[in-house]
């Protein structure tokens, strides 16, 4: 986890000195609808929460269409309830923005998770894919919806579990400085 962190970390800094026609950073919050799927040998079960998230960005631009946006958010969901779907999260989407027009943008990419509240029985490391669309309101402000599907298994060695996945909806608007 620590080797993919800083990776991670060192292609921001790359991709940031190389030739970028145009850096920004921003910040963002919104609402987070999240699923989580726990696969048992004889049936499965779902649980749903809703949330918060919050965190900054930084939109690096790589040519006229395409940027490289790495963001930082925290991440809260809560059912309100004991059904195993509350939990805070370190989210960090590194998408590839692609501009479709001067107001509209699709996005994609790889997404990793640190859940900060894993209990016993359970990962801290969470990754996942990412894509969404956002559309800019004026230069500075915009709004944004994304989907995240889960693909690591958050499951240790759980007796009775074979998996468990955590997905969700991202909505929410950002300021870009």
């Known amino acids: 986890m620590k080797k993919l962190l800083l990776c991670a970390t060192i292609a921001v800094f790359v991709l940031s000195s190389a030739n ?53 958010l925290y991440v ?41 509240d894993a209990g016993e029985g359970t990962k801290s490391f969470n990754y996942g894919i990412e894509a969404g669309a956002a559309f800019n309101i004026t230069y500075n402000f915009f709004v944004e919806a994304r989907y995240n599907i889960g693909l690591a298994n958050l499951s240790d060695n759980v007796p009775g579990i074979n998996s468990s996945k955590i997905s969700g909806f991202f909505t929410g608007v950002g300021y870009r400085f």
């Open 76 to 116: 809260s969901v809560s059912t309100g309830g004991n059904t195993g779907l509350d939990f805070d999260e370190i989210h960090i989407p590194l998408m590839g923005k692609f501009a479709v027009s001067e107001k509209f943008a699709v996005l994609a990419g790889p997404a990793l998770g640190i859940l900060l």
């Open 20 to 72: 970028a026609q145009e850096v920004n950073f921003g910040v963002k919050a919104g609402a987070d609808f999240a699923s989580s799927k726990v696969k048992r040998p004889l049936f499965d079960v779902s649980f749903t929460g809703t949330g918060f998230y919050i965190g900054g960005f930084a939109n690096i631009g790589l040519s006229d269409a395409l940027s490289f946006q790495p963001e930082v």
